[in-house]
């Protein structure tokens, strides 16, 4: 297919990648910025504008993958005729596209990404909406060239599939830095965590999260619950967030 990527960023770029090493025609990149814009052009070696207006009609799609508060913007500024427009993001309701595209729909691959890491679409699960059953078929295609985890998903369920993300992987990673902080209090090397964070999340593949949950809120430990509460004394919010989880913990597994 000849494809042009609204965007630049982590998703842009390695899904750029992609869909050129499959075989796929990226005809033009636009992007907000032209640093941005200039270094994935030179990757997938084809043109680039920065400028609304010079937005390519010469397509087959457009896939728009930037930022999510940017979309209806973008789609007010430009006529996108009857090509297919579809949008990248997990919490933005496929509808927004509605008023400004003929044919439209959502090509969403549920990952994290980042611009420098090389991302094995192969394992990459692509949900997939559209406005019409052709489009389906035409998103369909597209996707299995990249992936054979293909899920048909409406707005809603893939809205849940991103809250769901936000805070298994979000959040936790954010719970690596604020371990990385604490150790670092004391002089310790983040390394020792991470042979911990892998066992971790292993588990959490092979068996029921739920089941696999270790620590002192699941024991009812109140004696070393009360002592990591002491030694946050100068971490208020954490220490809120570590009776918050716990409790949650306990709740969870009735203790």
Not at 28 to 46: P, R
Not at 92 to 107: E, K
Not at 109 to 131: H, L, M, W, Y
Not at 231 to 245: E, N, R, S, V
Request: charged share 20%.
């Amino acid at each position: 297919m000849r494809i042009c990527l609204i965007g630049a960023g982590n998703l842009a770029t390695q899904l750029g990648m992609a869909l050129s090493e499959k075989s796929h025609r990226i005809v033009q990149i636009w992007s907000h910025t032209s640093d941005s814009a200039t270094e994935l052009a030179l990757k997938l070696n084809c043109p680039f504008t920065i400028d609304v207006d010079l937005i390519t009609k010469d397509t087959d799609i457009y896939i728009i993958a930037i930022k999510d508060q940017e979309i209806s913007n973008l789609l007010a500024s430009h006529h996108w005729g009857n090509k297919l427009v579809v949008h990248t993001s997990g919490s933005t309701p496929m509808d927004i596209l509605a008023p400004y595209c003929a044919n439209f729909g959502v090509f969403y691959p549920f990952q994290t990404f980042t611009r420098s890491k090389k991302v094995d679409f192969g394992q990459v699960p692509f949900c997939i909406e559209a406005n019409t059953p052709q489009n389906l078929e035409v998103l369909n295609q597209l996707a299995l060239s990249l992936s054979r985890n293909i899920r048909h998903l409406d707005s809603l369920q893939r809205q849940q599939i991103h809250l769901a993300a936000v805070f298994s992987c979000n959040f936790v990673n954010h719970f690596y830095a604020v371990g990385k902080e604490l150790l670092q209090e004391k002089g310790i090397d983040f390394e020792l965590l991470k042979p911990l964070i892998l066992e971790t999340a292993q588990k959490a593949l092979e068996q029921d999260p739920e089941t696999a949950q270790t620590g002192p809120a699941i024991r009812n430990d109140k004696a070393t619950m009360a002592k990591h509460l002491g030694m946050l004394a100068g971490h208020p919010d954490l220490k809120d967030l570590y009776t918050q989880i716990s409790q949650r913990i306990i709740q969870t597994h009735k203790i």
